[in-house]
């Protein structure tokens, strides 16, 4: 993966975050994902965020696919695995092929970014468990000292999505994952899984679901789309991309 200190001189810092590729023989649409990655390498960005479900089914050949995909992508890309990922023991081959299934790193010392692994060996549900949740919980105090903006990135969605139907795969340990990262004052929290995007706002804090950026996995009339971040020193922007180039602009946050 490209190395993190490219762009590291602008004011602002972009990041494309991508969610649910569902690299496959039937699910995955290559076009549309060819279409993103020209999207992507136009603007741009200070790094690239892919939370979880590179893959359908966990198969080393859909890993292998996958990695090649997201080689196309000319910057800096840091990805955590979904319930799809840890399937057919995908987990090991993430490690093997994508890169360790949770990580931390820090831009220009005022920017961190914690990646969480939200997924179980073939089980749907989400679990953060009770030793990752206190080494986020010690990154984050580390943020928190540096007064560094602060994004968590996992796959499952902590809070449930409206338009998604019957709740069954929030995170099982939500209320105390949802509790360390209001307690720690965490800016943004990105996830994927349902293929809605949508964005709640908690205390202080964003939670901000991606779509599916490639699988034809789709509800109702939704169409494939990531998401953008824009950040600066005094705000926040969110930005939903639609693949057929229609941009909806989520909000604008002051950073408190």
């Known amino acids: 993966m490209p190395d993190s ?11 494309a975050h991508i969610s649910d590729l569902h690299v496959s ?3 995955f649409d290559d076009e549309i994902f060819l279409e993103v990655v020209n999207q992507i390498n136009d ?6 965020i892919v939370t979880g479900d590179l893959t359908d ?17 000319q910057f800096p890309l840091f990805a955590v695995p979904g319930n799809h990922d840890a399937r057919n023991v995908g987990y090991e081959i993430f490690e093997e092929l994508i890169g360790e299934r949770s990580w931390v790193l820090t831009k220009d010392e005022d920017l961190t970014v914690i990646g969480m692994d939200s997924s179980g060996p073939d089980i749907d549900r989400g679990h953060i468990g009770r030793p990752q949740q206190l080494w986020m919980e010690n990154e984050l105090n580390k943020s928190l000292k540096n007064s560094n903006f ?3 990135a996992m796959h499952h969605h902590v809070i449930p ?3 998604t139907g019957r709740e069954r795969n929030v995170l099982s340990d939500a209320g105390d994952i949802l509790q360390s990262l209001i307690d720690h004052d965490v800016n943004m929290v990105i996830c994927g899984h349902k293929h809605v995007p ?3 706002r908690m205390e202080n804090t964003l939670f901000v679901n991606a779509g599916s950026v490639s699988s034809i996995k789709l509800r109702g009339k939704d169409k494939n789309s990531y998401n953008t971040y824009h950040i600066r020193s005094d705000h926040i922007d969110v930005i939903l991309n ?6 909806i602009f989520l909000g604008k946050f002051n950073r408190i």
């Open 25 to 27: 023989n039937n699910a």
């Open 242 to 247: 639609n693949i057929n180039d229609e941009k």
């Open 57 to 73: 089914h966990g198969y080393y050949s859909e890993f292998l696919k996958a990695k090649e995909y997201l080689s196309m992508i």
């Open 161 to 163: 999505v409206p338009k």
């Open 43 to 48: 603007l741009c960005p200070d790094m690239v």
């Open 150 to 152: 602060s994004i968590v």
């Open 5 to 15: 200190n490219e762009n590291s001189s602008n004011s602002e810092t972009v990041i």
């Open 198 to 200: 949508h964005l709640w």
